[in-house]
C-alpha cells in the first residue's frame, strides 16, 4: 500500500524488524521508535539492504508520554500502529514484575490515548500463546479461556488485551487486532537480520544454535517425563518471516474495512506441535551439525504441550505460516553464522 505510514514500535527487535521489511515490501512507509533497550541501532542497515529502503527512526521510551505526544504531533499521518515494544524475558519478569508491569502496560496505554488525541485509527498488538497457559483442548482456538498467568510477563498479556478491549468499546473510531504468537523461531532468509539474545539465551532455537557454533557446552534438554510421545515438551514454532507477513495482513485488513469487530483475535501459529527432540533432530538434518544435548529436569512454569488451531486465521484473516520447520532452522543458523563472523571480523580491524 503506497503512502500508507506505520509505526512499528519495538521495531528494531527481533519481531519488529521482519515486519519492518514486510511492511516496506508491501509499500508502506515506516517510522520506528525503540529505546534500544533489547536491541542494536546497526538492525535499520540490515532492514535497508534487504528493502533498498530506510525506516524513520526515531530513539526514545515510549513510556515518556511528553515525548511520544511531541512524536505525534510530527508525524501527523500515521494510519497505524504496530506495538512489539515490550519486556519478554518470563523469568526475568518474576523477578522484577513492576518493571514488566511498568513497561509492558504503561506503553499500550500511552500509545492508545495518542491515537485517540491525533486520530490514528489502526492498532495491532503482539500477544502471546501464553494467555492460554495450558489449555484443556488441543489444537488451541481463540476462544479457549485465559489460564491464571504463570508470571507476571504473562499476566501483561492478558491485561493488555483487557485494557485494548475497553479502549476500543469507549472510542469506535478504533480498531485493533491481537495477534497471539506461538513460539517464532529463524531469520530472515537473507541472514541480515534476525534475533539477538543478550546474554545466556532461555529460548530453545538460540540456545541450540550457539551450542552449534560453539559458545555453549551443550543444549539441556528440560523434561523427558511429559506425557508426549516422547517425553519431551511440544510447542508450535512458526517462522519468524510468516509470523511478520500476518501484520501486514492485520494492517490491510484495518484499512479495507474488513474487520468483523473493533478487537479481533488470532492465533499465529502453524498447527503444528513439535517436541524439543524433534527440534534438535530437524535442526541436525537440516544443517548437518551435530549437537550435544543432555537430558535434565522440567524448567519450572513451563506447560506440557500447547499448538495452535489455525482455522480462524487462515480462514478469517486469509494468512497461513508456509515456511516449514527445517528451512526455518537452517535459517536460525545462518543468522547465527553471520552475528559470529561479523563479530570476529569486527575484532579483528580494532
Ligand atoms: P525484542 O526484545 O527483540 O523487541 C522488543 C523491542 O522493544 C526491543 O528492540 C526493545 O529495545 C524495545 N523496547 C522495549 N521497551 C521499550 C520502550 N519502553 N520504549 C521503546 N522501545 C522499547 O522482542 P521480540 O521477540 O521482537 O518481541 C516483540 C513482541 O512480541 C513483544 O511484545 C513480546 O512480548 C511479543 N512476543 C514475543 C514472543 C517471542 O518468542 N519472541 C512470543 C510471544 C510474544
Ligand atoms: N527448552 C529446553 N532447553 C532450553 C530452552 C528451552 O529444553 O535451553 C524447552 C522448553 O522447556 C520448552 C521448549 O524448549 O519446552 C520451548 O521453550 P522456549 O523457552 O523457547 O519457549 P516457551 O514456549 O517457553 O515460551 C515462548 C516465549 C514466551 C511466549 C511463549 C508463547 O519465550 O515469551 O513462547 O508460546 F509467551
Redo the contacts with the bound molecule.
Keep these: 500500500m503506497k503512502n500508507r505510514l506505520v509505526l512499528v514500535?519495538?521495531?528494531?527487535?527481533?519481531?519488529?524488524?521482519h515486519t519492518a521489511v514486510e511492511l516496506m515490501n508491501e509499500g508502506f512507509d515506516v517510522v520506528i521508535?525503540?529505546?534500544?533497550?533489547?536491541?542494536e541501532k546497526s538492525?535499520l542497515d540490515g532492514i535497508t539492504a534487504i528493502t533498498g529502503r530506510r525506516a524513520f527512526f526515531e530513539q526514545?521510551?515510549?513510556?515518556?508520554k511528553e515525548r511520544l505526544r511531541d512524536f505525534f504531533k510530527v508525524y501527523k499521518k500515521l494510519d497505524a500502529i504496530i506495538?512489539?515494544?515490550?519486556?519478554?524475558a518470563v523469568g526475568e519478569s518474576v523477578e522484577k514484575p513492576l518493571m514488566y508491569y511498568q513497561?509492558?502496560l504503561?506503553?499500550l496505554m500511552n500509545l492508545f490515548e495518542g491515537m485517540v488525541e491525533f486520530k490514528v485509527p489502526y492498532f495491532v498488538?503482539?500477544?502471546?500463546?501464553?494467555v492460554y497457559g495450558q489449555p484443556d483442548i488441543l489444537p488451541v482456538t481463540e476462544r479457549a479461556p485465559f489460564k491464571p498467568a504463570d508470571s507476571p510477563?504473562g499476566n501483561?498479556?492478558q491485561i493488555a488485551e483487557e485494557i485494548m478491549r475497553d479502549a476500543v468499546n469507549a472510542n469506535k473510531d478504533l480498531h485493533a487486532i491481537s495477534l497471539?504468537?506461538?513460539?517464532?523461531?529463524g531469520a530472515h532468509p537473507s541472514a541480515l537480520i534476525g534475533?539477538?539474545p543478550r546474554g545466556v539465551p532461555n529460548?530453545l532455537v538460540p540456545f541450540i544454535t550457539q551450542t552449534a557454533i560453539g559458545i555453549r557446552d551443550e543444549l539441556k534438554v528440560f523434561g523427558d517425563d511429559y506425557n508426549t510421545p516422547d517425553g519431551t515438551a511440544i510447542r508450535d514454532y512458526i517462522n519468524v518471516v510468516d509470523l511478520a507477513k500476518a501484520h501486514v495482513v492485520s494492517i490491510q485488513r484495518m484499512i479495507e474495512g474488513k474487520s468483523k469487530s473493533n478487537l479481533e483475535i488470532f492465533n499465529l501459529g502453524t498447527g503444528k506441535g513439535s517436541s524439543v527432540m524433534e527440534i534438535v533432530n530437524a535442526f541436525e538434518k537440516s544443517t548437518g551439525e551435530k549437537l550435544k544435548f543432555k537430558i535434565v529436569g522440567r524448567r519450572a512454569g513451563d506447560v506440557e504441550s500447547v499448538y495452535a488451531d489455525t482455522k480462524y486465521a487462515n480462514e478469517e484473516l486469509g494468512w497461513k505460516a508456509k515456511v516449514d520447520l527445517e528451512e526455518t532452522l537452517l535459517s536460525a543458523w545462518n543468522w547465527e553464522k553471520y552475528v559470529r563472523n561479523k563479530k570476529r571480523s569486527r575484532l579483528k580491524t580494532n
Design positions: 514500535t519495538g521495531g528494531t527487535g527481533y519481531i519488529g524488524s521508535v525503540d529505546n534500544l533497550s533489547n536491541s538492525v526514545f521510551d515510549i513510556c515518556d506495538h512489539f515494544a515490550a519486556y519478554k513497561n509492558n504503561t506503553t498488538f503482539s500477544s502471546s500463546a501464553t510477563y501483561t498479556k497471539r504468537y506461538f513460539n517464532p523461531i534475533e539477538l529460548n
